[in-house]
């Protein structure tokens, strides 16, 4: 959660907001149906396993439902009598975990209907969630890499193109990861998390609400929670080495996070903390019915826009 909650895809969402108290609402509204989701999949599961389990253990192997079938020829489920008593036990089965969500309306024989709104919506927000999270990454490549380090005078068409190029190679860096790489992509995700908890969340905290953290401790911060977290994974799905606590890879975060924090303290205490004038930004995000960031930058930028 506090991955999700770091993720550069939802700061442009939340800059965007005409208020802060707007932006509050916002991501009120989007916890509260991230929320019913999370509570909703469990109960999802249960049922989906219920249903398949009755009406497969026990069943004879040619005498299997018709629907199983149907999840068969998909590679979607595996019966393997392997005792040879032409009964199905639960060590029997094997199903593909990624295939898991279309069971319940399969299994219960819903409508096609139903099953294809499934598929759909699971389809609907894959690409969403990777349509965003390219755009982000083309945004940071092309503002805060080509405009800001690379070309700080470049004019507003070419940092258009350079964003549109941008994207394109997003793109195909993200296809031939996905053709080359022999991983599993949950796991490639919740480790994504993992990351954003440990290095951005510490950071993002400590700089809104924390007025002695300087940008020496936010570099600190960021760097020490990503190799804390990106070590620990490391060291432990690929050099073999043994779990800390028992603590699985996917939540490298319950060490990441404390070792970013910790590191911005530190170095914060012992830099000098921005000037007085560059802590405006923050005191709207502070105060409820503060003015909207992306407004309150262009007002800052140029004081006749906002009269």
């Not at 509050?24 to 989701?37: C, K, M, Q, T, V």
């Not at 008593?85 to 309306?105: Q, T």
């Not at 919506?121 to 690379?150: E, K, P």
């Not at 019915?289 to 309150?296: H, I, K, M, P, T």
Request: charged content about 10%; aromatic content about 10%; glycine content about 12%.
């Amino acid at each position: 959660m506090l991955g999700v909650a770091a993720l550069p895809s939802l700061l442009a969402r939340a800059g965007s907001a005409v208020s802060v108290h707007g932006a509050r609402n916002s991501a009120g509204w989007g916890l509260f149906l991230l929320a019913i989701f999370l509570i909703s999949a469990p109960a999802y599961a249960v049922f989906s396993k219920y249903i398949v389990l009755r009406g497969l253990l026990g069943q004879p192997v040619d005498l299997a439902p018709e629907w199983s079938q149907g999840l068969i020829s998909k590679g979607l489920l595996v019966l393997n009598d392997q005792n040879q008593d032409s009964r199905l036990e639960l060590a029997e089965l094997a199903f593909a975990r990624d295939g898991v969500m279309f069971f319940l309306p399969i299994a219960a024989e819903f409508p096609v209907i139903i099953a294809t709104l499934t598929v759909s919506a699971v389809i609907g927000g894959a690409l969403a969630g990777g349509a965003a999270q390219t755009v982000t990454i083309a945004a940071i490549l092309s503002g805060d890499l080509y405009h800001r380090v690379l070309i700080r005078s470049a004019s507003p068409a070419s940092q258009v193109t350079a964003g549109r190029i941008a994207i394109g190679l997003t793109v195909i860096c993200a296809i031939w990861l996905a053709i080359n790489i022999d991983a599993d992509g949950f796991r490639l995700f919740v480790w994504s998390l993992s990351l954003c908890a440990s290095s951005i969340f510490p950071v993002l905290l400590l700089s809104i609400w924390w007025k002695k953290c300087s940008a020496p401790g936010a570099l600190a911060g960021l760097l020490a929670g990503f190799a804390t977290a990106s070590g620990y994974i490391y060291s432990t799905e690929f050099l073999g080495q043994q779990l800390w606590f028992g603590i699985d890879p996917i939540a490298a975060a319950v060490f990441g996070a404390p070792a970013a924090g910790l590191a911005a303290l530190s170095v914060s205490y012992l830099t000098p903390s921005k000037p007085q004038g560059d802590k405006t930004p923050t005191i709207p995000l502070m105060a409820g019915g503060g003015q909207g960031l992306y407004g309150g930058s262009q007002r800052s930028a140029a004081p006749g826009l906002g009269t």
